[in-house]
T-cell receptor, first 112, second 113 residues
């Protein structure tokens, strides 16, 4: 099956710092999403980004599908950005339902 | 906004009990999913449903069953709860068109004692 690797696995930042999270995947994909899992466990949608670049406030994401990677940029980090960031991909639809394959996540801690 | 709700945030059950976890989505999504999440193991797919009364096994279906009688509701059933089913359970839904964007519920932390 498709492999999804995220780096770094852990990241500690001081408030105000910028960071880049990376997601590499081993095969061509139809879709790619970034999620933030908050300390209460809920997975929140950040970006649906199978290709190209999107921005939402202090966050932006870029996917280069031909090179099989995606980047999530966090600028001016805040303590509320703490949590785990997952990327998830799925293969071209071939059956009853496409299913996301999740990366192992990047655990981010933002300190004062 | 898409809304996926789960019946309980926290649940404590005894070994051997039958447990129902309910999930409801309000966006008329065709596909619904149940995952469990455990430290060090990531998100693992238990079952999914691609239409009413249609279901398929995911990666770890043993010990679980599901029911989808209405499009908006997808239930996960633990026929006889065991301590190794203590976990965080996450429900999700997604549509097929125009995008395949997936949305998650808030999760249920189940403890089996």
């Amino acid at each position: 099956g498709i492999q999804v690797e995220q780096s770094p696995p852990d990241l500690i930042l001081q408030e105000g710092a910028n960071s880049t999270l990376r997601c590499n995947f081993s095969d061509s994909v139809n879709n790619l999403q970034w999620f933030h899992q908050n300390p209460w466990g809920q997975l929140i949608n950040l970006f649906y980004i199978p290709s190209g670049t999107k921005q939402n406030g202090r966050l932006s994401a870029t996917t280069v599908a031909t090179e099989r990677y995606s980047l999530l940029y966090i600028s001016s980090s805040q303590t509320t950005d703490s949590g785990v960031y997952f990327c998830a991909v799925d293969l071209p639809y071939t059956g009853t339902a496409s299913k996301l394959t999740f990366g192992t996540g990047t655990r981010l801690q933002v300190t004062l | 906004d898409v809304k996926v709700t789960q019946s309980s945030r926290y649940l404590v059950k005894r070994t051997g009990e039958k447990v129902f976890l309910e999930c409801v989505q309000d966006m008329d999504h065709e596909n619904m999913f149940w995952y469990r999440q455990d430290p060090g193991l990531g998100l693992r797919l238990i079952y999914f449903s691609y239409d009413v009364k249609m279901k398929e096994k995911g990666d770890i279906p043993e010990g679980y069953s599901v029911s989808r009688e209405k499009k908006e509701r997808f239930s996960l059933i633990l026929e006889s709860a065991s301590t190794n089913q203590t976990s965080m359970y996450l429900c999700a839904s997604r549509t097929r068109t125009p995008t395949y964007e997936q949305y998650f519920g808030p999760g249920t932390r189940l403890t089996v004692t």
